[in-house]
């Protein structure tokens, strides 16, 4: 199983990205995703995610401008970050909990990050 992020890069300030995470493999079947974020000098943070009962959540710190969906027809989900800010800039992880067919457990995977950087 693996997860490709892609969709970030150079934004000016209160400008729009939309983050997208693919999952392939041998899939039986996905249960929470999220998107991540560690900006530098700080921890790795929860910015979204949709847990395995549909419902969202979103950090405080980006809430009413940030929105997690997910495709699950696609095994994609995406991040859609609006009136970004300066201190938005981090490198952003997506994150999901997967099942494959190989084995009935459930396991963490991370993609390989995506630099957004929030400048004028």
């Known amino acids: 199983v693996q997860l490709q992020a892609s969709g970030g890069g150079l934004v000016q300030p209160g400008g729009s990205l939309r983050l997208s995470c693919a999952a392939s493999?041998?899939?039986?079947?996905?249960?929470?995703v999220g998107w991540y974020r560690q900006a530098p000098g700080k921890q790795r943070e929860l910015v979204a995610s949709?847990?395995?009962?549909?419902?969202?959540n979103i950090a405080d710190s980006v809430k009413g401008r940030f929105t997690i969906s997910r495709d699950n027809a696609e095994n994609t989900w995406y991040l859609q970050m609006n009136s970004l800010k300066p201190e938005d800039t981090a490198v952003y992880y997506c994150?999901?909990?997967?099942?494959?067919?190989?084995?009935?457990?459930?396991?963490?995977?991370w993609g390989q990050g995506t630099l957004v950087t929030v400048s004028s």
């Open positions: 949709i847990p395995s009962d549909g419902t969202t």
């Open positions: 493999g041998t899939i039986r079947t996905i249960n929470a």
């Open positions: 994150h999901a909990a997967i099942m494959s067919f190989h084995l009935p457990v459930i396991y963490d995977y």
